[in-house]
């Protein structure tokens, strides 16, 4: 098996690969002994303001409320045509659950398209769900560098 070997992506192909929207990770910082709290979500991402958005379901007992302030780092990576891609982004998350409709972060979630994934064991309607945007400290992506023949 040969080794590969990984490349920065410039800002266009990091939008590309990032599109509207996918699934990734989230994970919170922890205690300094606690491993991260990670979780599989779905995201929306605004190319014109490099911003992610996130809507995360808070079901009783889940945890994320306990770190949902803590700094963050998201992953998400995949196989595509050109090879293999990954994009990490840093920071804090901002709610926008009660903001106002025309604030600039409320408008930007319009612009996305988070897909909706049924993963719980009740129907949607009974999960409270809050909405937040991620505006990266730090946004970077990486591709496998392709063979030449």
Partial sequence: ?????WVRMTENELSEF???????VLSFSTDADAPPFSLPVSYGYDADTANLYYRLAFPPNSGKADVVDNPVAFVTHARTDAGWRSAVATGRLDELTDAPYESAAVQGL???QIPMVDIF???PEELTFRLFRLAPDTLT????V???P
């Fill in 110 to 112: 319009w612009a996305v």
């Fill in 121 to 123: 064991d009740r129907p």
């Fill in 146 to 148: 392709q063979s030449q």
């Fill in 18 to 24: 990032l599109g509207k929207g996918g699934t990734g």
């Fill in 141 to 144: 992506g990486r591709k496998e």
């Fill in 1 to 5: 098996m040969q080794a590969l070997r």
